[in-house]
């Protein structure tokens, strides 16, 4: 396996123009139709530009498209395993036609490259989600994504690069696949072995690392994805400083660390194949990959959506076209007789394992216990502590939603005398009224609209938690779609707890306090939730609370007693 061979299905991709050229195509862009890159889009076309996607050279027109969806392939056959699609509005899409160049522009409008306009359909999801990801079920990080955060049309075709995405942070980590290649060249590093996480790491992760590359005589590359991971993750910020403690605990001359702005897709088997071929085009040698490698979680019955050694299964069978190579590894326990780590099939009877997991440090560190110096080095901890502080510290949201007339203001408006009776941090009321006067008054009640309205309150109290204040929001919030994109923006930043006020809609009729719903009956106000409009009854609310027969001091002082069993308040 020689370290630096060209990739599989060609050379190692540089999409970028010569700056001469760029600047020329920069002038002519400023002509050209615009399109704003998402978050995700702008993780993806900086790989695709910089070689990371090789063989890419733009987004995946139909016929590759399809071809990849069902067959893990490319239409030339080389094998690609997870779609890269440019995502638009339908308008967007209508008013393209093949052939048109099209300016591709990051958050500030800054012209990151050109697209020449291939293909331009409408996909079908549901086969998407089916032959990528196995499953429909929304409770897949992708599946979701794909269903209600992705735009409905696509648009292929090649890609000229015109100016590096820019990232303020971490620069001396950044190096894409053609300096990481020219490094380990410079450095002698013949063989390298790479390590994927989205996750901090601890002694469990040092241990299997050293062993990975001490198994296949290597050096050892880290490298962590900071461009998008599973919501709810460790930010990247708090995680690399985390590796830079560790990575003075590795040997010297051993180890390197570099960051791959990649957005995971949490796609199990068919994303480790995609972690290989990125890692090789990197100029890596090997692969580690490990128990439920980019697992998406559970899904919507509780059962994991793959198998724990799956991913493993899809690179053996993989193993000749790769032009990488695989180190298994299995799940590493703390053998407390032995005082040393070991892979959990190296247990014997008399061994006394230890583990801690993820969840449980989670508990650990937002109840402010302690977190012992066998399962992480204390310079990783106190990096972790700094930013994940004990709950009754943090910032949080508590989410209101039901039908109009529910209760939800009152109760509210409660709980926020409440809780600034107890005092200690800001409170802010995002009542759904008041929102709809202030940040929404241009809104209706479309579908559209009212995710927009859900949206801008969540950004706004996302932005309260972070900042260690309270939130609380009282909309009608009825598409359970919507309060989770909330859920998973706030969810990292600090608390949030989702409170179902589910008053039945007989009752809230029969209060119809603001005489809105014989309006609604009437036909005279459309689009009424309960009445001509859906509400999506949430399923994983973390309280429940009916107004039928408890006051809305009662109910507030419940929620108080919950976020005290939370640990947000004491
Ligand atoms: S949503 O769906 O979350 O965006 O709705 P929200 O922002 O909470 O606004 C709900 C309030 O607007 C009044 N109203 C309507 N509600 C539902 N459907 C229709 N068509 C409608 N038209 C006006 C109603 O007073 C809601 O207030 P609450 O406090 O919920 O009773």
Redesign the pocket.
Same mark, same amino acid.
Do not use: C, M
């Given at each position: 396996m020689g370290a630096f061979k060209e990739p599989h299905g060609g050379e190692l991709k540089n999409l970028y123009l010569s700056a001469d050229v760029a600047e020329a195509e920069k002038q002519a862009a400023r002509e050209y139709l615009s399109w704003d890159l998402s978050e995700r889009q702008l993780c993806d076309i900086e790989l695709v530009l910089n070689g990371a996607f090789s063989p890419l050279d733009g987004f995946l027109n139909k016929n590759d498209y399809d071809s990849v969806v069902k067959n893990m392939r490319l239409e030339s056959g080389v094998l690609w395993p997870l779609p890269i699609t440019l995502d638009v509005s339908e308008e967007f899409a209508a008013s393209i036609n093949t052939g048109d160049k099209v300016a591709l522009r990051d958050l500030e409008g800054v012209i990151i490259a050109t697209l020449v306009v291939g293909d331009v359909w409408t996909p079908d999801k549901k086969v998407e989600a089916k032959g990528v990801y196995g499953t429909t079920d929304e409770a897949h990080p992708a599946v979701h994504y794909l269903n209600n955060i992705a735009n409905p049309a696509y648009v292929g075709g090649k890609l000229a690069g015109i100016e590096r995405p820019t990232h303020y942070d971490f620069k001396h980590l950044r190096d894409g696949p053609h300096e990481m290649r020219a490094r380990f060249k410079k450095l002698g590093w013949r063989k390298v072995v790479a390590f994927q996480t989205r996750n901090p790491m601890h002694r469990a992760h040092q241990e299997l690392t050293l062993r990975a590359a001490r198994e296949v005589e290597a050096n050892l590359l880290i490298h962590p994805v900071v461009g998008m991971t599973k919501p709810g993750d460790v930010d990247h910020f708090t995680r690399v400083r985390c590796y830079e403690q560790l990575l003075s605990r590795y040997p010297d001359q051993t180890t390197m660390l570099s960051l791959l702005p990649l957005a995971m897709r949490m796609g199990g088997p068919r994303e480790a194949l995609w972690h290989a071929i990125i890692r090789k085009n990197y100029g890596c040698t090997h692969l580690i990959v490990g128990r439920d490698h980019a697992g998406p979680g559970k899904d919507s019955k509780g059962e994991d959506f793959y198998g724990p050694y799956d991913a493993q299964e899809l690179l053996k069978e993989h193993a000749d076209e790769l032009d990488i190579t695989m180190v298994p590894f299995k799940l590493m326990v703390y053998a407390e007789n032995r005082a040393q780590y070991i892979p959990i099939d190296e247990k014997s009877d008399d061994d006394k394992v230890l583990n801690i997991s993820g969840t449980e440090l989670r508990r650990r560190l937002t109840e402010g216990l302690d977190i012992p110096e066998w399962f992480s080095f204390p310079d990783v901890v106190a990096e972790l502590r700094r930013t994940h502080p004990p709950r009754h510290r943090q910032g949080f949201t508590v989410f209101f *939603?039901?039908?109009?007339?529910?209760g939800?203001?009152t109760i509210a408006h409660a709980l926020m005398t409440k809780l600034m009776e107890i005092g200690g941090r800001p409170v802010s009321l995002l009542?759904?009224?008041i929102?709809?006067k202030n940040l929404?008054s241009e809104?209706?009640?479309s579908k559209e609209?009212?995710?927009l309205?859900?949206t801008r $309150?969540g950004y706004v109290a996302s932005e309260i938690t972070k900042n260690g204040g309270i939130a609380i929001c009282?909309?009608?919030?009825?598409?359970t779609s919507t309060r989770r994109i909330v859920r998973d923006t706030i969810s990292p930043v600090g608390g949030f707890v989702e409170i179902h006020v589910s008053t039945p809609l007989e009752v809230c009729e029969e209060r119809d306090?603001?005489g809105?719903y014989a309006k609604?009956r009437a036909g005279i $106000?459309?689009?009424? *939730?309960?009445i001509?409009?859906p509400y999506q009854v949430p399923e994983n609310a973390e309280m429940v609370i009916d107004t039928v027969g408890i006051s809305p001091d009662l109910a507030a002082h419940r929620i108080l007693v919950k976020l005290e069993a939370m640990g947000y308040i004491r």
């Open positions: *939603t039901g039908l109009s007339g529910s939800k203001s009542d759904g009224d929102v709809r929404s809104l209706g009640f609209h009212r995710d309205n859900i $309150i009282a909309p009608i919030a009825p598409y306090r603001k809105l609604a $106000i459309k689009e009424f *939730t309960g001509s409009d």
